[in-house]
Antibody
Framework: EVQLVQSGAEVRKPGESLTISCKGS????????IGWVRQTPGKGLEWMGI????????KYTPSFRGHVTISADKSIRTAYLQWSSLQASDSAIYYC????????????WGQGTLVTVSS | EVVLTQSPVTLSLSPGERATLSCRSS???????LAWYQQKPGQAPRLLIY???IRATGIPDRFSGSGSGTDFTLTISRLEPEDFAVYYC???????FGPGTKVDMK
């Protein structure tokens, strides 16, 4: 059974750093792209970027480039989304999602990670 | 930049009724690149339809997708109680999502 299991909810202060994770199981992790999606009440679902764990090729949506870092460690079947300096506007639910190809539908999603940034 | 618009914002229907949801793109979209997702409170989006009309694995046949160019439709032939949720269209070659249509119980 294909599963993407994300790390738990986080609370941080503005300016702090954070890394959340997404662990895949039930399939050949290196052969599928993993994307990250932000969901907020105000802006809905937003595609942030995507990584191919096989060679760590990363593509960012322009509005997120420079603000987050997407990475993966194929040896432990895990993808990461990282912030070096959080802002209150980063408060959201973050989902990871699997794609067979870079420009493909996302067939499996993680359960989501709630990130709260507040002073 | 592709912008997706969904209508209506909210659809109030009763179980057993037919639901017709619309997704319009600001640019012509290859029909191969349009998906529909269902999201219930506290859950991740669930893939229903991809390639504008292909049902994902395990999706009941009361869900169907159609359309091409800039206009796409998700139809739920007879609403079941578990179908009341928010539905999003997604154009995955540009990674744009629509704002969603909430299907709630009348």
């Amino acid at each position: 059974e294909v599963q993407l299991v994300q790390s738990g909810a986080e609370v941080r202060k503005p300016g702090e750093s954070l890394t959340i994770s997404c662990k895949g199981s039930g399939y050949r992790f290196s052969d599928y792209w993993i994307g990250w999606v932000r969901q907020t009440p105000g802006k809905g679902l937003e595609w942030m970027g995507i990584i191919y764990p096989h060679d760590s090729d990363v593509k960012y949506t322009p509005s997120f480039r420079g603000h987050v870092t997407i990475s993966a460690d194929k040896s432990i079947r895990t993808a990461y989304l990282q912030w070096s300096s959080l802002q209150a506007s980063d408060s959201a639910i973050y989902y990871c999602a699997r794609r067979e190809a870079e420009w493909d539908h996302s067939d499996y999603w993680g359960q989501g990670t709630l990130v709260t940034v507040s002073s | 930049e592709v912008v997706l618009t969904q209508s209506p914002v909210t659809l109030s229907l009763s179980p057993g009724e037919r639901a017709t949801l619309s997704c319009r793109s600001s640019q012509t979209v290859g029909s191969s690149y349009l998906a529909w997702y269902q999201q219930k409170p506290g859950q991740a989006p669930r893939l229903l339809i991809y390639g504008s009309s292909i049902r994902a694995t395990g999706i009941p046949d009361r869900f169907s997708g159609s359309g091409s160019g800039t206009d796409f439709t998700l139809t739920i032939s007879r609403l079941e109680p578990e179908d009341f949720a928010v539905y999003y269209c997604h154009q995955y070659s540009s990674s744009a999502f629509g704002p969603g249509t909430k299907v709630d119980m009348k």
